[in-house]
């Protein structure tokens, strides 16, 4: 069986073949969290069973990125990526055409779980398509479109949402897809040496896998809406993800055909850098999660202009990666991670002096510098951890390097919101222990705002009770604003924390391109 490289086929056909499924995949890992208020009132469904149709694809998702090397082997690489491509396409349709919220939960856990493997595949190819001196620089590629992803999936699901209707969000996935099967039908080749096996087939590692992500994924998606330990669907989850993932470390290390080969993790470059990746997706994904949370909830912004402040920075991610990606061909990748924090941290930092009389460029800067930094840790990040892979075990690797992303910004955005609502309460007790009849500042402001009221023809007992909801409201809004101001300075002292584990990550190869031919 010949490789890509052996048949001859370009590397830039590779990368467009592999990058469609992928960015396909990232956008629809965000598409669908606009439209929800709009597939609640069509199904009419519940708040809380309306989250289930986010929640069921991260969990099915998160329980197929690890197994993407064993799945490869077992069915072959090529077949098993056109078959994930055509069953994701098949569950958008059937996602775009559920009648009730059963039915779609069921198809969105199917597509879930053929996108899990679209990502980690992708970069496998990608990583053994380039020669290891332009590594990086396929890295910096493939970073351009994951990125594409959360920038363009919120826009363009509330553009088709507003404009056409939620199920159109599933369905553009169709075109995409049918041109992502027939051009890896003719431009995607197994490798010789990744040769289809028959193993004995790892059940206990299947199902404790399963069981154990499936479960912590609930925990971290529905724990502060079900106020956490407090309640016992949440203790009996967490204690079913704790006991599987146990068994589950006993089972892979004394099984002769492990379905996620966690022995990788005998390389320390390899297990730093996957957890510095963590740390990364909790950072991010936070971030991501928590300014249009504070645009839209204290500032009055709608989707159209949150996203407007996000996507400056996403377009200094993009225009940065390829600098990045040919300046780590040079120079020793660490480095540029190490500044790369640095640089994300103090975004952290600027975000930390928000007010709520800041104006929309104050909002933009710093998503900007965080742009920049988001740039130079990925690209080398992701190429000095696989740099030591070998090529038979890449797929393996890849999919528990997308794990680690996903699971660390699941962390993230369940941390943000738990403190979020928790700092609210504590300052909102602080602000209100100065708000009393005996302040003489809010003494003057009641008068003002209920003489104010008074003038629009409200009588002296509704003026009185206008004024001191008025002043309630200011309160609530100041308790926020420093709610978020702690949270943004929290997740800054998360970047820079990470920074001495920089030092277990091995250093890269220099690897000089061939010369030229005479």
């Not at 899990?116 to 332009?134: D, V």
């Not at 004995?200 to 079900?226: F, N, R």
């Not at 040919?326 to 994300?344: E, H, N, S």
Request: aromatic letters at 10%.
């Amino acid at each position: 069986m010949k490789t890509a490289e052996e048949k001859n086929v370009n590397k830039w056909l590779i990368t467009i073949t592999v990058m469609l499924p992928a960015i396909m995949e990232i956008v629809d890992t965000s598409v669908a969290n606009v439209a929800l208020p709009h597939m609640q009132g069509s199904l009419n469904a519940g708040t809380d069973e309306i989250t289930w149709v986010l929640t069921s694809y991260l969990v099915s998702n998160a329980v197929v990125l690890p197994m993407t090397g064993w799945l490869a082997r077992m069915f072959g690489r090529k077949r098993f990526l056109i078959t994930c491509i055509t069953l994701f396409t098949l569950a958008s349709l059937m996602c775009g055409a559920a009648p009730t919220l059963a039915l779609l939960i069921f198809f969105r856990v199917l597509q879930g779980a053929a996108g899990g493997a679209l990502i980690p595949m992708s970069q496998a190819i990608m990583m053994e398509t380039f020669p290891p001196y332009q590594q990086g620089m396929a890295m910096a590629i493939f970073g351009v479109g994951a990125m594409f992803g959360p920038i363009i999936g919120p826009a363009l699901g509330g553009w088709i949402t507003d404009n056409m209707s939620w199920r159109w969000i599933f369905y553009i996935n169709i075109p995409i897809g049918i041109v992502a099967v027939v051009m890896a039908s003719f431009f995607i080749y197994d490798p010789s040496y990744l040769k289809r096996t028959k193993v004995s087939i790892d059940y206990w590692g299947l199902g404790l896998l399963t069981l154990g992500l499936g479960a912590l994924q609930i925990v971290l998606d529905k724990g502060q809406q079900e106020d956490w330990f407090n309640s016992p669907f949440i203790i009996a989850s967490s204690a079913v993800s704790f006991l599987s993932l146990l068994a589950l470390l006993y089972v892979e290390l004394t099984h002769p055909h492990p379905i996620v080969n966690l022995r990788l993790f005998k390389n320390v470059s390899f297990s730093a850098g996957n957890l510095v990746m963590f740390a990364v997706g909790f950072c991010l994904y936070s971030s991501i999660m928590l300014i249009p949370l504070f645009l839209q909830t204290l500032m009055g912004y709608n989707a159209t202009m949150a996203g407007m402040v996000l996507a400056p920075g996403g377009v200094a991610t993009l225009v940065c990666m390829p600098f990045v990606g040919a300046v780590i061909q040079r120079y020793d990748g660490r480095k540029v991670v190490f500044l790369g924090l640095l640089i994300a941290a103090s975004s952290m930092f600027i975000m930390q002096g928000f007010t709520l009389e800041a104006a929309y460029r104050d909002f933009v800067w710093p998503r900007v510098v965080l742009g920049v930094g988001l740039a130079m840790i990925f690209v080398p990040l992701t190429t000095v951890t696989l740099a030591t892979i070998s090529r038979e075990e890449m797929g393996n690797a890849t999919g528990i390097f997308s794990l680690l992303r996903n699971i660390g910004g699941s962390v993230g955005i369940a941390i943000s919101a738990t403190l979020l609502a928790r700092y609210s309460q504590f300052y909102q007790t602080s602000l209100v222990a100065h708000v009393t009849p005996y302040n003489p500042l809010v003494q003057s402001q009641l008068r003002m705002l209920k003489g104010a009221t008074m003038a629009r023809g409200m009588d002296a007992a509704a003026a009185d009770k206008t004024a001191l909801a008025i002043i309630y409201g200011t309160v609530r809004k100041q308790a926020y604003m420093l709610s978020y101001n702690r949270i943004f300075f929290v997740v800054g002292l998360a970047f820079l924390v990470i920074i001495p584990l920089l030092l277990l990550l091995k250093k890269p190869q220099k690897h000089a391109p061939p010369p030229p031919a005479h």
